[in-house]
């Protein structure tokens, strides 16, 4: 793992992979892969929440987002599940996630071999000490040399809708 200067070191996972880790009690909601559409408005509020926590950091230095962010989602008249899912996700964070330091940029849902990948941009901050890395792969951005980062589906299978893992 490489280290960024005032965060925790970064993580030799996958951003994509991360992500759905994170957001994994509010996928675990649907028995089975729910429509696209679904799937990328559930992962909006997923990287949403992640990348306020994100620029909250004291490297990033940008803790308004978050503040707006929970302003909204825990306002009085906000729905129950709502504002228990950003709760949820932020608890997690804080618990799981808390030393990571690399924002979500670009990302997109596509089709692959029969189930659908998340593709993700791995963003760091402009501090970030990123020396050299023992993984080839992985270039100062994050991102592979090959394109964004990916997660597979851990139970994709021919012609059949799986969820993302």
């Known amino acids: 793992?490489?280290?960024?200067?005032?965060?925790?070191?970064?993580?030799?996972?996958?951003?994509?992979?991360?992500?759905?880790?994170?957001?994994?009690?509010?996928?675990?909601?649907?028995?089975?892969?729910?429509?696209?559409?679904?799937?990328?408005?559930?992962?909006?509020?997923?990287?949403?929440?992640?990348?306020?926590?994100?620029?909250?950091?004291?490297?990033?230095?940008?803790?308004?987002?978050?503040?707006?962010l929970r302003t909204i989602m825990c306002r009085p008249d906000a729905d129950p599940l709502t504002r228990a899912a950003y709760e949820d996700l932020s608890r997690r964070r804080r618990e799981l996630f808390g030393d990571d330091s690399r924002a979500v940029g670009e990302w997109a849902i596509v089709p692959r071999d029969g189930g659908l990948v998340l593709r993700c941009d791995a963003r760091l901050p402009h501090a970030a000490d990123v020396g050299p890395s023992p993984r080839p792969d992985r270039t100062p951005s994050g991102t592979s040399p090959q394109g964004p980062e990916t997660a597979r589906p851990s139970r994709a299978a021919p012609r059949r809708r799986s969820r993302p893992r």
């Open 1 to 68: 793992m490489e280290s960024t200067k005032g965060a925790g070191p970064i993580p030799d996972s996958k951003i994509s992979a991360t992500i759905l880790d994170f957001g994994e009690p509010l996928l675990a909601c649907f028995d089975e892969l729910p429509p696209v559409e679904v799937l990328q408005s559930l992962l909006k509020i997923v990287i949403t929440v992640w990348n306020a926590h994100v620029l909250a950091l004291p490297i990033w230095g940008s803790p308004e987002g978050l503040e707006q």
